[in-house]
C-alpha cells in the first residue's frame, strides 16, 4: 500500500499542540498499514510519545519476491536517546514498552537479509495512556463531586481501553489473514506451473 524511497524520507508523527496554553494531547495514536521494503533497503518511522505511555509495536510479513525468498525482517525500537527498546528478526513480531519519556521514537525494519527481492509487511504501531489523562480542569473537579457521573467516567474509560485493545487483536488478525493470503495464492500459482508443465 505505501511504498517510501529511503529511510531518509521517512515519516514523523508530531504532537498535536504546539502551544504551551493547550493541554499537550493523551490520546492513542495508532497507525496500520503495509509497506515494501526494498532487497537489502531499511525503513524508519519516527512516533511521538508522551512519559507515562505505553508503546506497542507488531508486524508482519505478507509476500517476498526475488530468489531465495527469506520471509524473516529485522525490526528494531529506539527511544528518543537512541537507546535501543527491542528488537525482532522473525517473520511475524511484537515489541511492547513503557515510554519513559517523551519525544520521538524510532522504528525501523531491515531487509538485509534478503538481497535479491523486496518483502511487504503489515505495521500496526502506536502509543496509548491507561485513562486517557484527562487533564484536571475545573469542569472535571465538579464533576468528580457526583459519584455517579464518577462511576460513568471510571466505566466509559475501562471500556475505552477494552475498545483499544480488542482492536490491537483485530489488526493482528487481518494481518495474517493477508499473510495466509500470499502465501495460498503464491501455493496456488505453483501448483497450476507445475501441473502444466507435467501435462506437457
Not at 2 to 23: F, M, N, R, W, Y
Not at 87 to 114: A, H, I
Request: glycine share 8%; with cysteine.
Amino acid at each position: 500500500m505505501l511504498s517510501l524511497i529511503g529511510p531518509a524520507k521517512s515519516p514523523k508523527t508530531e504532537p498535536l499542540s504546539g502551544s504551551s496554553e493547550q493541554p499537550l494531547f493523551r490520546g492513542a495514536d495508532r497507525y496500520d498499514f503495509a509497506i515494501v521494503v526494498p532487497a537489502g533497503g531499511t525503513e524508519c518511522f519516527w512516533q511521538f510519545a508522551h512519559q507515562s505511555g505505553y508503546f506497542y509495536f507488531s508486524y508482519e510479513v505478507q509476500r517476498t519476491s526475488g530468489i531465495g525468498n527469506d520471509r524473516h525482517i529485522l525490526a528494531t525500537a529506539n527511544d528518543p536517546n537512541g537507546l535501543q527498546m527491542g528488537t525482532s528478526q522473525d517473520v511475524r513480531g511484537q515489541m511492547n514498552f513503557p515510554t519513559k519519556e517523551t519525544g520521538f521514537y524510532q522504528l525501523c525494519l531491515s531487509n538485509r537479509l534478503n538481497h535479491f527481492g523486496f518483502v511487504q509487511v503489515y505495521l500496526n504501531f502506536g502509543v496509548f495512556y491507561e485513562g486517557f489523562d484527562l487533564q484536571n480542569s475545573p469542569d472535571t473537579e465538579r464533576k468528580k463531586i457526583n459519584d455517579t457521573l464518577e462511576a460513568i467516567e471510571e466505566s466509559t474509560r475501562k471500556l475505552q481501553a477494552h475498545v483499544f485493545h480488542m482492536w490491537r487483536f483485530y489488526n493482528f488478525a487481518r494481518m495474517r489473514k493477508a499473510a495466509d493470503y500470499f502465501i495460498l495464492q503464491s501455493n496456488y500459482n505453483y501448483v497450476n506451473w507445475w501441473s502444466l508443465a507435467q501435462s506437457l
